[in-house]
């Protein structure tokens, strides 16, 4: 496939605006669909977050932002795209006859990816007419400044689709993480799903507050999952003797009663209305507009200190400043 140019967008959440963010930052024109009436405000509000946070983030010189483009209906985004989007709610139907219609009005040619969170892309592909061009490209929010992506083939994608997947997402600024193995829910959303569940414990039996919770990750492990992630981190407080040396002197906790990641509390009004009394006490000074904005600097400055050291998705941010530098004197 060609440089990418144009992209289409189907669904304008929070994770479709980042993609949208993400691609006109690196001088892609987008087309997005969204029945929804509030969709271009909702859409247009994380932009101006992006804008911001890309001011900030690098200053090298950047690309012409691309042109956004609010269409009517489906048809109309997808005709254009040499990637599209879909990034509709997570439901399996929905999602197939969002690609029976793409199918219908997009080139043959068109990459078409889902960003879903854990539907297996050989059950997202499986009443495609063309099912070799689909993969999951899933991403995490915000979407315009965390690196990562998760790529995941279907059992009928091409590999040079994948191939090609893989060569897009570094061009813009990400690190695509190739899943070895078609697994519903994928990498990380697994971890997350392990903390979530042992977390929702935690303050269902009275232990801590959602606050508490919170504090105990970005005072403590979360900043060094954010540069080391958890293999390094544990090879590191294995001391000298590494690896091996952690594994053999915690490795028994593994059959201790800590947690209770293989049990779930009822999920039931009570649970709910507790973790969200606590949720409102604990940030419900703030807009969610202002907690995006606060997380977007504290991102900002956790990524320029690694790129300080070339290190993890500092490193990622070191590379795709290079490649802007050279694309700006190639224009020059």
């Not at 080139?107 to 997202?124: E, R």
């Not at 990380?188 to 569940?197: N, P, Q, V």
């Not at 979360?222 to 003797?241: I, K, N, S, W």
Request: aromatic share 8%; glycine share 6%.
């Amino acid at each position: 496939m060609s440089t990418i140019q144009t992209a289409a967008i189907i669904g304008g959440g929070v994770i479709g605006a980042g993609w949208v963010a993400r691609f006109i930052e690196n001088g892609i024109d987008v087309a997005i669909y969204d029945p929804a009436s509030d969709a271009v405000a909702k859409i247009e509000a994380v932009l101006q977050n992006s804008r911001y946070a890309y001011n900030k983030l690098t200053k090298v010189q950047r690309k012409r932002e691309g042109v956004v483009s609010y269409c009517d209906s489906l048809a109309q985004a997808v005709s254009n795209a040499q990637i599209i989007v879909e990034s509709v709610p997570e439901r399996l139907e929905v999602k197939q006859s969002v690609y029976a219609e793409i199918e219908s009005h997009a080139a043959s040619d068109a990459m078409i990816v889902s960003s879903t969170s854990g539907i297996m892309p050989s059950d997202l592909q499986s009443q495609m007419h063309n099912p070799e061009r689909l993969l999951v490209a899933h991403p995490f929010n915000p979407v315009y400044l965390l690196p990562l992506v998760e790529l995941v083939a279907g059992q009928k994608t091409r590999a040079s689709v994948i191939d090609a997947a893989k060569a897009f997402y570094l061009s813009i600024g990400m690190k695509p993480l190739l899943v070895k193995k078609e697994i519903e829910a994928f990498i990380a959303d697994r971890l997350l799903e392990a903390i979530w569940r042992e977390s929702l414990w935690l303050v269902k039996d009275g232990v801590a507050t959602t606050e508490d919770i919170d504090d105990a990750v970005r005072f403590g492990f979360g900043l060094r999952y954010a540069q080391m992630g958890v293999f390094d981190t544990y090879r590191v407080a294995g001391g000298e003797a590494g690896m091996r040396h952690f594994m053999a002197q915690f490795g028994p906790c593994l059959k201790w009663p800590w947690s209770k990641l293989t049990d779930v509390p009822d999920f039931n009004e009570e649970l709910v209305d507790l973790i969200a009394t606590q949720s409102d006490q604990q940030s419900g000074h703030m807009s969610i507009r202002e907690m995006e904005r606060m997380r977007d600097d504290n991102l900002i400055g956790i990524l320029h200190a690694l790129k300080d050291n070339n290190w993890g998705a500092g490193e990622t941010l070191a590379n795709h400043e290079v490649r802007l530098l050279e694309a700006a004197n190639d224009a020059s």
